[in-house]
């Protein structure tokens, strides 16, 4: 047997463990899960708590490290002692707080112990330095918006640097050096992968520290970790795994950072059916987060081959909520076919601790290109709008498909019912 074969049947059978073992860990998942999290719209209260308590349990340390406008404390969590520094930061974005919770559970697991990972835990703990910020931006995430209170999107402050938190975050960089940098995000639900229709529940970027786009040994390091990431997490959404487009943001801190030295790995937190407040794509990050973790640990992610990165679909805008195909509408007597494209968005209410569904017509026309989350196919269906109006962009779509005189669907709020009563929130707190 030739070295080069015997070489990769080694790496062959190494990738098939390392498989099974991710596989058992998202298995065991609900053992870690941070119990406080039912649901995304938490806030800075609901976390100190929980950053209470770890500090009180080895081997993890709880330090402030700064505070938001609105003099709201940010802590950084620490664990580990290895010579590999990784900093992880979520909700710069105040409204995208999966990986916050999966960050709390990622620190359940490293407490843990005699549950079949300890040797997972210690090749981790002994060979990297943690430093997690789990909300960056806390008056966001009190109002869950995206911006910070000064109304500054903190991911295009990297320059000017004039919020506290994005301040912050370049003094993190600056003083820890790290070998790598995570900055978790979610996207919005309705990207797909690429042009299959497929929604797109996690997307990772390699960011460029250039116009170029050019590949240094840094951000190599990028695209290898996101290879292994990727490699998990296709056993569990199967082709539903995208490429973030990595066109140069001059303003953005990935970009800089990677710029500034430290490789830098994005993790989008998409949609997923049947899973409005992610708790399927937290269990996601939470093995993603630590398979690139192990990756860096061990250095085991300069086998990938960085092409397998490239090779990853982009996202892509092709999905709608609901699309309706096919319908026919009557205009000054003319029957005109039409699909239309809904999406249902989502309104803070009670005091942004809860929402509501208010839907929109995106589009309508020839949609044949696109695709819906759930489909409504009109064919020999008249759409008519009860109200008496003409069927428009940004109205609520309000109407019924009929067969003659036979009512097929009824949509209130972009949202099928059988009475008038407007549907509830599916998966919304106090909304179940």
């Known amino acids: 047997m030739t070295i080069k074969l015997l070489t990769l049947l080694t790496l062959m059978t190494a990738s098939t463990q390392a498989q099974e073992l991710y596989r058992r860990l998202y298995d065991a998942h609900d053992t870690y899960k941070e119990k406080a999290f039912t649901h995304r719209r938490f806030k800075h209260q609901d976390i100190m708590p ?67 990972f300890d040797s997972l835990r210690q090749i981790i703990l002994t060979n990297v330095t943690l430093y997690a910020v789990p909300m960056l931006n806390p008056d966001g995430a009190q109002r869950f918006q995206r911006r910070t209170a000064l109304e500054i999107d903190m991911n295009r402050d990297a320059l000017r640097l004039q919020t506290p938190e994005g301040r912050l975050l370049k003094e993190l960089q600056q003083t820890l050096k790290p070998l790598v940098g995570f900055s978790l995000h979610d996207q919005n639900p309705r990207y797909s992968v690429g042009k299959t229709g497929k929604q797109a529940v996690v997307s990772f970027l390699a960011t460029a520290y250039d116009p170029a786009r050019s590949i240094n040994d840094v951000r190599k390091r990028s695209m290898e970790l996101v290879v292994g990431m ?90 709608f909520d609901l699309l309706v195909r096919n319908a026919t509408i009557v205009r000054n007597g003319k029957r005109v076919k039409v699909d239309i494209g809904i999406n249902h968005n989502e309104e803070n209410a009670d005091s942004a601790r809860t929402f509501r569904y208010k839907s929109t017509i995106e589009e309508i026309g020839d949609l044949s290109t696109y695709y819906g ?60």
Not at 52 to 73: A, C, I, T, W
Not at 96 to 110: G, K, P, R, Y
Request: glycine share 8%; aromatic share 8%.
């Open 373 to 432: 989350l759930e489909e409504i196919d009109a064919t020999d269906l008249t759409l008519t709008n009860s109200t008496g109006r003409l069927i428009k962009l940004g109205q609520v779509p309000t109407f019924i498909l009929k067969k003659g005189d036979s009512i097929k669907y009824n949509l209130v709020n972009g949202f099928q019912t059988e009475s008038e009563e407007k549907p509830k929130a599916a998966g919304a707190p106090g909304n179940q």
């Open 230 to 319: 990727n490699r998990v997490l296709q056993q569990f959404v199967p082709g539903q795994i995208a490429r973030y487009d990595d066109e140069f943001e001059p303003r953005a801190f990935g970009d800089n950072i990677q710029k500034w030295g430290t490789t830098l790995v994005l993790i989008e937190s998409g949609g997923l059916v049947g899973d409005p407040e992610k708790m399927r794509i937290r269990q996601l990050n939470f093995v993603a987060i630590l398979t690139a973790l192990e990756a860096i640990a061990t250095a085991s992610h300069a086998q990938e081959n960085i092409a397998e990165y490239q090779a990853l679909p982009e996202n892509s805008r092709d999905l």
């Open 50 to 116: 929980l950053l209470d308590s770890l500090n009180r349990q080895g081997p993890l340390s709880v330090s402030q490290v700064g505070e938001s406008f609105e003099k709201r404390s940010i802590y950084q969590v620490k664990a580990g002692t290895g010579d590999k520094k990784v900093l992880l930061w979520s909700q710069m974005h105040g409204d995208e707080a999966t990986a916050t919770m999966a960050l709390f559970d990622i620190f359940n697991f490293l407490k843990a112990h005699d549950d079949g």
